[in-house]
């Protein structure tokens, strides 16, 4: 009977994980459609989101953390673009665009969260470096409570308060406290704990990215119901500046680095973002329209990922030889 209920577990991740890119506009569409409901229920969003992270860092290890001294330019150069090149690209093209400070700083969020943990599937599926892939993802995770905050002090000027101890504190609680616990989980089992255990939460992780979605996708409700010029450039905007993350990462990651693996495994680094935590940050901390370039952004990220996983196969081919 346990071995049923696990293979049925698995066959719903494995659709969850295929219908993602339709399922996440999906929930985004039905939280603007029910927002009634949505707000009511934003009080979730953080327990959502930690169940989330509890469950993505079952798979890491305390290993993950001691190889920054293996690779530790690769590290920096990664987190260097997550944190500063990203966000002055999105900071300048929002600004030369927009003449709105709201949407400057939602598109500077979008690109400020922490690499998304699903950026390791298709590490996999492209055949990077994944323990170099792990290590980013923890080391970065780790450090967002404090670059966040940091940034954002940067962004908003004086023009909006932020209470930045309640940010740091909801980052403590939303991804390092349930980061730790899953670490140290994996740790003590040896790394039974994400065959026993992870597997199995793997289906519900995605359920709850839905609801986060959902949930969040209420309190920008006011700007989707109509359709104007200003919606369709942020969408657009969204849209180039998740695409030429992907980009730079390749043409960058190329320049410094001729190992393919190595390349690879940047690349989905710094193209995937963990959005699901910019959402619960612009509405929180934000008026309602710095989250809209935010929950744009979750519509292209697995259909980019995609995409471009093509775009570095072929580069693979190409240049496999060179790194040989």
Same mark, same amino acid.
């Given at each position: 009977?346990?071995?049923?209920?696990l293979?049925?577990?698995?066959n719903?991740?494995? &659709?969850?994980?295929?219908?993602?890119?339709?399922?996440?506009? $999906?929930?985004?569409?039905?939280g603007?459609?029910? /927002?009634?409901?949505?707000?009511?229920?934003?009080?979730?969003v953080?327990?959502?989101?930690?169940?989330m992270?509890?469950?993505?860092?079952?798979?890491?290890n305390?290993?993950?953390?001691?190889?920054f001294? !293996?690779?530790?330019?690769?590290?920096?150069?990664?987190?260097?673009?997550?944190? #500063? #090149?990203m966000?002055?690209?999105?900071?300048?093209?929002?600004?030369?665009?927009?003449?709105?400070?709201?949407?400057?700083?939602?598109?500077?969020?979008?690109?400020?969260?922490?690499?998304?943990?699903?950026?390791?599937?298709? =590490?996999?599926?492209?055949?990077?470096?994944?323990?170099?892939? $792990?290590?980013?993802?923890?080391?970065?995770?780790?450090?967002s409570? $404090?670059?966040?905050?940091?940034?954002?002090h940067?962004?908003?000027?004086?023009?909006i308060a932020?209470?930045?101890?309640?940010?740091?504190l909801d980052?403590?609680?939303?991804i390092?406290?349930?980061?730790?616990?899953? @670490?140290?989980?994996?740790?003590?089992?040896?790394?039974?704990? /994400?065959?026993?255990?992870g597997?199995?939460?793997?289906?519900?992780s995605?359920?709850?990215?839905f609801?986060?979605?959902?949930?969040?996708?209420?309190?920008?409700?006011?700007?989707?119901?109509?359709i104007?010029?200003?919606l =369709?450039?942020?969408?657009?905007?969204? $849209?180039?500046?998740?695409?030429?993350?992907?980009?730079m990462a390749?043409?960058?990651?190329?320049?410094?680095?001729?190992?393919?693996?190595?390349?690879?495994?940047?690349?989905?680094?710094?193209?995937m &973002?963990?959005?699901?935590?910019? @959402?619960?940050?612009?509405?929180?901390?934000?008026p *309602? !329209?710095?989250?809209?370039?935010?929950v744009?952004?979750?519509?292209? /990220? /697995?259909?980019? *990922?995609?995409?471009?996983?093509?775009? @570095?196969?072929?580069?693979?081919?190409?240049?496999? #030889?060179?790194?040989?």
């Amino acid at each position: 009977m346990k071995k049923k209920e696990l293979t049925l577990l698995d066959n719903l991740n494995k &659709r969850l994980q295929k219908w993602l890119p339709i399922l996440t506009p $999906l929930s985004l569409v039905l939280g603007v459609l029910f /927002q009634n409901i949505g707000v009511h229920l934003l009080f979730l969003v953080s327990g959502l989101f930690a169940f989330m992270t509890f469950s993505s860092s079952l798979s890491m290890n305390l290993k993950d953390v001691k190889s920054f001294s !293996k690779h530790p330019v690769i590290i920096l150069c990664s987190i260097a673009f997550l944190h #500063i #090149i990203m966000p002055i690209w999105a900071y300048f093209l929002s600004t030369i665009i927009f003449d709105d400070h709201l949407l400057t700083i939602g598109f500077v969020i979008s690109v400020a969260v922490p690499t998304g943990v699903t950026s390791v599937i298709w =590490v996999n599926i492209c055949r990077g470096n994944l323990p170099l892939c $792990l290590s980013i993802i923890l080391i970065d995770t780790l450090l967002s409570p $404090l670059m966040m905050p940091a940034l954002l002090h940067l962004i908003v000027g004086e023009t909006i308060a932020i209470d930045t101890s309640s940010l740091i504190l909801d980052l403590l609680w939303m991804i390092v406290l349930p980061t730790v616990v899953g @670490v140290l989980l994996n740790e003590l089992t040896k790394g039974n704990i /994400q065959a026993s255990l992870g597997t199995k939460l793997a289906p519900f992780s995605k359920l709850c990215l839905f609801g986060v979605v959902m949930i969040n996708s209420s309190t920008i409700a006011p700007y989707l119901k109509q359709i104007t010029w200003e919606l =369709v450039g942020v969408i657009l905007l969204v $849209l180039f500046i998740a695409a030429s993350g992907y980009a730079m990462a390749l043409i960058i990651g190329h320049l410094l680095w001729k190992d393919t693996q190595v390349v690879t495994t940047f690349v989905f680094i710094g193209g995937m &973002r963990n959005i699901a935590i910019g @959402v619960i940050v612009a509405t929180t901390y934000f008026p *309602a !329209k710095v989250a809209m370039p935010v929950v744009f952004g979750m519509l292209f /990220q /697995q259909v980019l *990922a995609s995409l471009y996983s093509k775009v @570095v196969e072929k580069y693979k081919m190409k240049y496999e #030889i060179i790194s040989v």
